[in-house]
């Protein structure tokens, strides 16, 4: 079936599951997982609207992606303040 097909993840850089995609954010697919997979599985998104639900829906897709430069500047912040002594 297509939950053991695979494709290289962008994201890890390595070989991955369509159903790795689909638990990599715990409950929630992966973000990408739409743009992954719809040239290999063009019903994609219509499987994912059927399996979530609106909600989940919108906390997986509906935001919009952040800038990589935003991304990297949060996660600096994040380990900064990790790291501080006394935290």
């Not at 990408?32 to 290999?40: E, K, L, N, P, V």
């Not at 639900?53 to 990297?72: D, I, N, S, V, Y």
């Amino acid at each position: 079936m297509f939950r053991q097909m695979l494709i290289r993840c962008p994201k890890l850089g390595g070989e991955v599951s369509f159903a790795y995609c689909e638990e990599e954010g715990g409950p929630l697919p992966c973000a990408r997982m739409i743009q992954c997979w719809s040239w290999r599985i063009p019903a994609v998104e219509r499987y994912l609207r059927l399996k979530l639900t609106e909600e989940e829906w919108e906390r997986c897709f509906g935001q919009a992606p952040k800038e990589k430069m935003a991304a990297l500047v949060e996660l600096i912040d994040s380990a900064r303040k990790r790291c501080e002594p006394g935290e």
